[in-house]
């Protein structure tokens, strides 16, 4: 056990391209971790080259993890170990939660170095709405499932936030515009390096555009949430108030109908004692 860091899990965020982002606590941390745990080891020892940082590195990912979770945690009992990613911040879209919630329920410390995340930096700079945003990860690779997972997400009153290869953009983007509508989105790349690239359109200009030209680097695709909805027409109305009149008490009926289309429970009651009654 080293003298600077009490024992337990670090959940260390590091730089998503450019080195200097990287946090003093976080090269504290690193500088002081017992064990730094690592996805892929030869990334992670280019940060900690840039940082002149010598530490024992462990390789911590989704083929391994379940066999040397167990010894990790038992480890934590007297050695500070850091879980770091590829790049940004651990957990977001990447293996971990586990290894979270096993080191908390032997009553290890975990504590977390925030830092750069791909998914928040792409939302900053995309221009659409931020106060309710839905992080989705990776899409599906295969197509029914992707449009399954599009279909599902469609509703969402929410900005989108997706991850995305080069190679699989163009596809993604055209799926996307098929299942969502022409909405507005944007494509991020390469966050914070050299050839940084944030181009905002719709969702079928931007699959046009990748169609037959990939992008390199790492891609972050944000969607606006959907238009207002339609109002809902009296037959809507009174056909669901029907249903739920065969279900529920009046009262309960003009409050379920009014929160389905975002309507006055007051305003519903008297209509459904019409109904009620046959009037």
Do not use: W
Request: charge should be negative.
């Amino acid at each position: 056990m080293n003298d600077t860091l009490n024992p337990g899990l670090y959940i260390v965020a590091t730089p998503i391209g450019n080195l200097q982002d990287v946090s003093a606590r976080a090269e504290t941390t690193l500088r002081s971790a017992d064990l730094i745990l690592a996805e892929d080891s030869r990334v992670t020892s280019k940060l900690l080259n840039h940082l002149g940082i010598r530490k024992p590195v462990a390789a911590y990912h989704d083929h391994n993890a379940e066999k040397v979770r167990p010894g990790l945690v038992a480890q934590m009992a007297d050695k500070a170990i850091a879980l770091v990613s590829d790049a940004g911040t651990p957990l977001i879209s990447d293996p971990g939660y586990k290894l979270v919630r096993d080191a908390r329920a032997e009553g290890h410390m975990v504590t977390s170095i925030p830092g750069p995340c791909a998914a928040i930096a792409a939302l900053t700079l995309a221009g659409l709405p931020t106060d309710r945003f839905l992080f989705a990860g990776f899409l599906p690779a295969k197509a029914k499932a992707r449009d399954d997972a599009i279909a599902e997400l469609g509703a969402v009153r929410a900005t989108l936030v997706f991850y995305e290869s080069g190679p699989r953009l163009g596809k993604s983007l055209a799926a996307l515009a098929q299942g969502l509508g022409e909405r507005e989105a944007a494509v991020a790349r390469e966050i914070s390096k050299t050839f940084e690239e944030t181009v905002t359109d719709t969702l079928g200009a931007l699959a046009a555009r990748y169609a037959e030209t990939p992008p390199k680097g790492e891609i972050v695709i944000v969607i606006a949430p959907p238009g207002e909805a339609a109002a809902a027409s009296d037959t809507e109305i009174d056909a669901a108030l029907a249903d739920a009149l065969e279900r529920l008490p009046v009262g309960k009926a003009a409050g379920e109908v009014a929160t389905k289309f975002g309507l006055r429970r007051g305003d519903l009651y008297d209509r459904a004692l019409a109904l009620r009654s046959g009037d």
